[in-house]
């Protein structure tokens, strides 16, 4: 997988509020147009304990996905390799990107960076991403006393 790497991330100030933000990346101005990079869809969830990015990954390899965090910017980049030409057929539709992908998605403060998991099963790409104990909701109970 070395032609898939991080690369320039777009720079990215701190969530402080705990919502995300997922920064689009547009091709660089070096780029030629045949290197178009396809944008990977992703769901977003969240509970009192963590978060879970879920991408659609079918027809990609593990070897060939490539998950990194620097700063507070997530990405994930990977490359979906087409099928070979069906020989003497012309296509009819044409809606499946193939190629180099990626997402960045800015991620809030008060997570576990050290603990970020990602796992592939059934053609999607799970990241697990901790949040640390100050960030998770603490119930205040109110006491008669001063």
């Known amino acids: ?11 990215a100030s701190p969530v402080k509020d705990g919502s995300i933000k997922v920064v689009r ?8 147009p045949a290197a178009k990079e396809g944008q990977l869809s992703v ?21 060939e996905i490539k998950v ?6 997530l990405t994930i980049r990977g490359e979906r390799k087409k099928i ?10 044409n809606e499946l990107f193939w190629g180099v992908f990626s997402r960045s998605i ?7 960076r050290k603990n970020i ?5 059934d053609s999607l ?8 104990e100050d960030f998770k909701t603490r119930i205040i109970h109110i006491n008669d006393e001063e």
């Not at 990346?25 to 030629?32: G, S």
């Not at 998991?117 to 099963?121: F, M, R, W």
């Open 1 to 11: 997988m070395n032609s898939i790497g991080i690369g320039q991330l777009k720079h």
């Open 25 to 32: 990346r547009n091709p660089a101005a070096h780029e030629a």
């Open 43 to 63: 769901d977003i969830y969240q509970s009192e304990d963590k978060m879970l990015i879920i991408c659609p990954i079918a027809g990609v390899e593990k070897t």
């Open 68 to 73: 990194a965090i620097q700063d507070d910017v």
């Open 84 to 93: 070979g030409e069906i020989e003497g057929k012309s296509p009819l539709v």
């Open 106 to 112: 800015v991620l809030p403060d008060h997570i576990d």
């Open 117 to 121: 998991k990602a796992k592939v099963t």
């Open 125 to 132: 790409l799970t990241i697990t991403i901790p949040k640390t």
